[in-house]
C-alpha cells in the first residue's frame, strides 16, 4: 500500500548555530520539529557527513567552511531533533554529498512495489541539498507526488532559496507553504 514520506534534510548543529546557521534556520527548526512529530507515514532524516580531509575534497577546495565533521558536535542533529529521532527510531540516512544516493535508491525501490503515494521534503538549505534530494526523488520515485515545503526549509541566501523554489517548480516538484 502506497504511504506518505517525510524528509528532513540536514537539520544539524552547524546548519542552524554553527559554522553555516543562520536566522532563517534556527525559526524553522520549531516547525520541522512539529512536522516530523505529527507525520502519519514514514520519516527519514539526512545529515550532512564529512571528515578531517574536508578541505582538500572539491566541496571544501568550494566552500572552505568546515562543518557537519562525523562525530563533532557540529554534525549532530539539533537538540530537539536528536530527541525526536531517539524516540521514533527515524531512519538516517547520512551523506557526504549534497544529494543521499541511498536515500534515492531506497526511495525507488519502495515506489517500485507501489509503496510511494508521496514525499515531502523539509530542512537545509534548500538551494543546495534539499534541491538535490528533491530532485533524486522525483527522478527515483517518478509516479510519486514530490512535495517540497518551502515554509520548512531555509537556504544559503533568501534569494537563493526562492531560485531553489524555482528550479524545482520548473522541474515539477510541489512546492507548497504549509506549516
Not at 537539520?11 to 546557521?21: E, H, I, R
Not at 557526504?96 to 519502495?110: M, P, V
Not at 515531502?120 to 534539499?130: N, S
Not at 532559496?161 to 517548480?169: D, E, F, G, I, Q
Request: one cysteine or more.
Amino acid at each position: 500500500m502506497a504511504q506518505n514520506y517525510l524528509v528532513v534534510v540536514d537539520v544539524q548543529n552547524d546548519f542552524v548555530t554553527g559554522a553555516l546557521g543562520s536566522s532563517e534556520a534556527r525559526a524553522i527548526v520549531p516547525g520541522i520539529v512539529a512536522r516530523a512529530r505529527d507525520f502519519s507515514g514514514t520519516v527519514f532524516l539526512t545529515r550532512d557527513t564529512h571528515y578531517a580531509d574536508y578541505l582538500s575534497t572539491r566541496e571544501g577546495q568550494l566552500l572552505p567552511v568546515v562543518h557537519c565533521v562525523e562525530g563533532s558536535e557540529g554534525w549532530q542533529f539539533v537538540p530537539e531533533l536528536e530527541a525526536l529521532r531517539a524516540a521514533r527510531d527515524f531512519r538516517v540516512f547520512d551523506k557526504e554529498t549534497f544529494g543521499s544516493a541511498a536515500l534515492a535508491r531506497a526511495l525507488g525501490e519502495a515506489a517500485s512495489r507501489g509503496e510511494v503515494a508521496s514525499v515531502e521534503f523539509v530542512g537545509l538549505c534548500t538551494d543546495i541539498c534539499v534541491v538535490s534530494n528533491a530532485l533524486l526523488a522525483r527522478s527515483f520515485a517518478p509516479q510519486a507526488r514530490v512535495v517540497v515545503n518551502a515554509s520548512l526549509c531555509a537556504g544559503s541566501t533568501p534569494e537563493l532559496h526562492r531560485a531553489a523554489l524555482a528550479t524545482m517548480k520548473s522541474c515539477q516538484v510541489e512546492v507548497i507553504e504549509a506549516c
